[in-house]
């Protein structure tokens, strides 16, 4: 019954994600704003919201063990960033692998993806930097926690900026379809467009959630930790809206969106969430963690370096998702 379940909500994640999808394409294009920011802002912190919501319930809401819930919350504020940028970023190479082919190019708007990943490397490697503070040391556990939320503020700023200029260069947001709603006879208008897009968002929360607790039920029975669910089994349940999405995006030849839609839920992941991290736990650098870290600050960079000297190949995905395996690897046998 339980994997019933599982595959129920699974499927009502999919829907949602199309709800979604097209509500905001609709949205992009009324605001007339690129799709850099319907990608990496809008579609990437929409859909971030249930995993968003893991860590902070398990932190001040979560069971009545304190430690357990820090292990939770820490391992699912890391866990999603190195979701994101490998297993995520893999799963786009083989959605388009048998139409582009292995040798085949991505082409997302570069300086928007370039600005990504920087701002991302920049934020994680703070809180990498911040496991080596001493808890005591509050000062500069502030100081860093507070770097990181202002770092988001910049690229927020930063990314609202470039919207003009990359409309005009013909990177405007547009919708593939008509409305869903509009097809059962309802005008395509501005409170037509939220009312769909607040009703995927609440389904793809619905299913998130869902699958999540299902997947919470299921540990027991693999005989995993609290740290090992938190860290390499939640993030896949909650990262399914980023996945589907922009699976959704790049099959359709929207590479900007696609790779927005993941590359900005890191940004907003790997700034926000661990500056909760850093001021309301431990943080300290278990080798877990720490290897999480690694792992995924390769990835990103592994990615920056490959966009930087003549773009990105459909293989280039693969060596993300290698690592992936490798980090499981590590976590079942030797950690």
Not at 143 to 166: C, E, N, Q
């Amino acid at each position: 019954m339980l994997w019933v379940e599982l595959l129920g909500y699974l499927i009502l994640i999919l829907i949602a994600a199309e709800v979604f999808v097209n509500a905001l394409e609709h949205l992009g294009e009324k605001l007339n704003i690129s799709e850099g920011v319907t990608g990496s802002l809008f579609a990437a912190v929409g859909t971030a919201l249930p995993e968003t919501l893991v860590p902070v319930l398990a932190i001040f809401a979560g069971t009545s063990n304190a430690a357990v819930n820090q292990e939770i919350g820490v391992g699912a504020i890391l866990g999603a960033p190195l979701m994101l940028a490998t297993l995520s970023l893999s799963l786009l190479s083989f959605a388009v692998l048998r139409k582009r082919g292995v040798t085949g190019t991505y082409t997302p708007e570069r300086t928007g993806l370039t600005r990504d990943l920087n701002f991302f490397l920049v934020a994680f490697s703070l809180a990498c930097l911040a496991m080596f503070v001493p808890h005591d040391n509050s000062t500069i556990r502030a100081a860093l926690s507070f770097g990181m939320v202002f770092i988001y503020f910049i690229y927020i700023m930063v990314t609202l900026r470039a919207s003009a200029a990359l409309v005009e260069d013909g990177h405007g947001t547009e919708a593939a379809s008509i409305m869903f709603l509009s097809r059962i006879g309802i005008p395509t208008n501005m409170p037509t467009i939220i009312i769909q897009l607040v009703l995927g968002l609440a389904l793809l929360v619905l299913g998130a959630e869902g699958f999540i607790h299902g997947i919470e039920l299921a540990a027991p029975i693999i005989g995993i930790s609290a740290l090992m669910l938190s860290l390499m089994i939640v993030p896949i349940a909650t990262e399914l809206p980023e996945k589907v999405n922009s699976i959704l995006w790049i099959r359709r030849d929207k590479d900007t969106l696609a790779f927005g839609n993941i590359t900005g839920a890191m940004v907003f992941q790997g700034t926000l969430l661990p500056a909760i991290g850093i001021s309301l736990t431990p943080w300290t650098a278990q080798p877990a963690v720490f290897l999480g870290i690694v792992i995924t600050l390769i990835a990103a960079v592994w990615l920056r370096i490959m966009l930087a000297i003549g773009g990105l190949k459909v293989w280039h995905l693969w060596l993300n998702g290698s690592l992936y395996v490798l980090y499981l690897g590590l976590m079942l046998f030797y950690i």
